[in-house]
């Protein structure tokens, strides 16, 4: 079935380095990949996705680029911010199939200092 | 839109109790997932229904839980009786057919 694999947390960054959050897929047909971002306390948000092959979804300053030959969909942002702190997780979606069922990661806690 | 709106946001029952959760869907979205939350196991998907059909209940732990959703607008998950074990933030989400999911707040429940 379905998998996705993400880079075990916690990652702790200062304020302003480069963020790198791994995400690799398994999947038998044509996914859409997302990134979903939990803050304290808080539900799930769709923070970006990306529906085809080489396709890159943004948002908030973090970037993301649907690689089919490597099955990787990276979460990149340039600067974080002590705001960023969060828990990213990466997800899948055949839209094939009835619902659009969500198989996410395990999710990366992000922590960012000051 | 208020977006999925789950009651309540925090629960605390004893062993032994039922426990309800409710969630409204986003109107017009066709999909509605329950997912549970902790620390140990991450985010699990128990159920999901299409059109208000379950699809997929697989992720279900056991009899004790159930759900329904009697109509587009309305679902609810039951626990009964209630274990210390199911003490978990669980989500609801709704679904368009485009792969557009969104999570409500959370209902936290407390089993004591």
């Known amino acids: 079935g379905d998998s996705v694999t993400q880079m075990e947390g916690p990652v702790t960054l200062s304020e302003e380095a480069f963020l790198t959050i791994n995400c690799t897929y398994t999947?038998?047909?044509?996914?859409?990949l997302f990134w979903y971002v939990q803050y304290p306390g808080e539900g799930l948000q769709l923070l970006l996705k990306?529906?085809?092959?080489?396709d890159k979804g943004s948002n908030k300053g973090f970037e993301a680029t649907y690689r089919k030959e490597t099955t990787s969909f990276h979460l990149e942002k340039g600067s974080v911010q002590v705001s960023d702190s969060a828990v990213y997780f990466c997800?899948?979606?055949?839209?094939?199939?009835?619902?659009?069922?969500?198989?996410f990661g395990g999710g990366t806690r992000l922590m960012v200092k000051p | 839109d208020a977006g999925v709106i789950q009651s309540p946001r925090h629960e605390v029952t004893e062993m032994g109790q039922e426990v309800t959760l409710r969630c409204k869907p986003i109107?017009?979205?066709?999909?509605l997932f329950w997912y549970r939350q902790t620390m140990m196991r991450g985010l699990e998907l128990l159920i999901y229904?299409?059109?208000?059909?379950?699809?997929?209940d697989s992720g279900m732990p056991e009899d004790r839980f159930s759900a329904k959703m009697p109509n587009a607008s309305f679902s609810t998950l039951k626990i009964q009786p209630s274990e210390p074990r199911d003490s978990a933030v669980y989500f609801c989400?709704?679904?368009?057919?485009?792969?557009?999911?969104?999570f409500g707040q959370g209902t936290r429940l407390t089993v004591v």
């Open positions: 990306a529906t085809k092959a080489d």
């Open positions: 997800a899948l979606s055949d839209l094939r199939n009835a619902g659009n069922m969500l198989t």
């Open positions: 989400a709704s679904s368009t057919g485009q792969g557009l999911t969104f």
């Open positions: 999947a038998t047909g044509y996914p859409s």
């Open positions: 229904f299409n059109n208000n059909v379950p699809i997929d």
């Open positions: 109107s017009g979205h066709n999909s």
